[in-house]
Nanobody, 123 residues
Framework: QVQLVESGGGSVQAGGSLRLSCAVSGYTSSFYCMGWFRRGPGKEREGVGF???????GSADSVKGRFTISRDIAKNTLYLQMNSLKPEDTAMYYC?????????????????WGQGTQVTVSS
């Protein structure tokens, strides 16, 4: 059974940093595409960024220059380095993965999802 388990969330003041991790288990290969999504209070789910198996990335305009997505293929782990955090970044952050499609932040393009980790940014 494939599992994606996020960690690294927490509470931080505006301007601070956090690093989220997503560990994959139950999948012997590496996913073609992995991504991060978030859902803030009273908001719809929003794509944050994705990364191909070859390292190419894409990200939402709202996080460009502040968030960096990366992955360790050998460890089958996805990361999200978040710097210069703002109160509007407060959300539950979800890891997602897909074997076939990549290049879009549409949630329908991802078949596997984690349970999420909470990030709270105070002003």
């Amino acid at each position: 059974q494939v599992q994606l388990v996020e960690s690294g969330g927490g509470s931080v003041q505006a301007g601070g940093s956090l690093r989220l991790s997503c560990a994959v288990s139950g999948y012997t290969s590496s996913f073609y595409c992995m991504g991060w999504f978030r859902r803030g209070p009273g908001k719809e789910r929003e794509g944050v960024g994705f990364i191909h198996s070859d390292g190419r990335t894409g990200s939402a305009d709202s996080v460009k220059g502040r968030f960096t997505i990366s992955r360790d293929i050998a460890k089958n782990t996805l990361y999200l380095q978040m710097n210069s955090l703002k109160p509007e970044d407060t959300a539950m952050y979800y890891c997602a993965a897909d074997q076939i499609r990549c290049g879009s932040l549409h949630p329908d393009n991802f078949n596997y999802w984690g349970q999420g980790t909470q990030v709270t940014v105070s002003s």
